[in-house]
């Protein structure tokens, strides 16, 4: 990792002060951390969420790389990457972070018209609109390019009929950026990219609850749901385009989201030491899971190398590429390989859902290893990764 010249140190060291001054106390305890992230994509309404909302802002670091005319901090990536590094180093977090800033805001740069950007961006940075995303259909998941609900040109506005599902944070939201197809003689080249208001009449959300109790996704049911044309982003029929790119910031963001551990957060083989205990040099007692949590940590240093790599390239002026299907697969891997590790460690302690008995970060190590089963199929299965790898990395394959 490349030191910080002394100009950029210096304005991390001014940033981190700005955080540990205005970061809300009543918001740094783990009981406030985890309310936090249950509730994503939601925002919280306690006044204390709501301060470090205004507060970060004003200051526009919601999305500090965006333009100052979007509400945003301006910033050169270098120094936008300080913010959301220091956010993370001191505890605190981004109370924009949402689709809108790590997924529609990043694809309306490069693809929306000035109108579109005015309209929807300052909304995004300020944290006044949540999106969610309107991609997956009952018989369009992986193969995404089948998807069926339609968008009919009526002359002044498309009437859109379908139904999407699997919709994380639909049930809050207040608009979707979603694909339509708009001609039904071709795949790819048939479907569009459109926003949709989610208080049109004729749109109907039905929450899945899932064996949490909880409803983070829904079925969303459009029927005769009016879009207005100026809500078409990029051309009519070329919205695949502007969807793969849209993924790449999703798998980018995915992989270098704030949160990328949850339940008990120390090292493996800390952990290990505490539940299995130590041999007579102060190693972890059973040999053969030694062996196992270093490869874990070859393997999650190897990670941490490659999205330093992709940090590196974000600093060259260079977006997400193919190379986030990379890092998105080794992400879930490594992610996955340590929710196992702890549960076997843990033994019975690692079994419990809830009750007494059992330590709050147990509970939680054992709940984020059975969501982190979903880490390989959500932004793409690992099976759709390796194909983009094969094509458009290795040429392995013609491309589409």
Known sequence: MQAL??????????????????????????EKQEEYYQYLPRYPQAPDFQLWKERVRDKGWGTPGWP????????????????ATELYACGAYNPMTGMGTSMLGP???????????AAHLPRISRGEVRWCQGYSEPGSGSDLASLQTKAEDKGD?????GQKIWTSGSLWADWMFCLVRTDPTVKQEGISFLLIDMKTPGIEVRPIEIISGQSPFSEVFFTDVVVPKDNLVGQLNRGWTIAKRLLQFERDATTNRRRQMAGDTRPVAEIAKHYVGVDEAGRIADADLRAR????MMHFKSLTLMQQ???????????????SSVAKNAQAAVQQERGELLIEIMGYQGLGW????????????????????AMSIYSGTHEIQNNIIAKRMLGLLDHQ
């Open 309 to 323: 790599q992709m940090l590196d390239a974000t600093k060259a002026g260079q977006g997400p590429s193919e190379a």
């Open 157 to 161: 506005h498309y009437l859109v009929n």
């Open 107 to 117: 694809t309306l740069l490069e693809y929306g018209n000035d109108t579109q950007k």
């Open 68 to 83: 100052l005319a979007y509400g945003g901090g301006g910033l050169p990536t270098e120094r936008a990457r300080i913010v």
């Open 293 to 296: 949590i270093i490869k874990h």
């Open 354 to 373: 809830d009750g007494a008995g059992y330590e709050r970060t147990e509970l939680e190590t054992t709940r984020a290893f059975l969501s982190n089963k």
């Open 5 to 30: 010249s002394p100009e950029l140190e210096s304005f991390r060291a001014r940033v981190r002060d700005w955080i540990n001054d205005n970061f809300p106390a009543e918001l740094r305890s783990e």
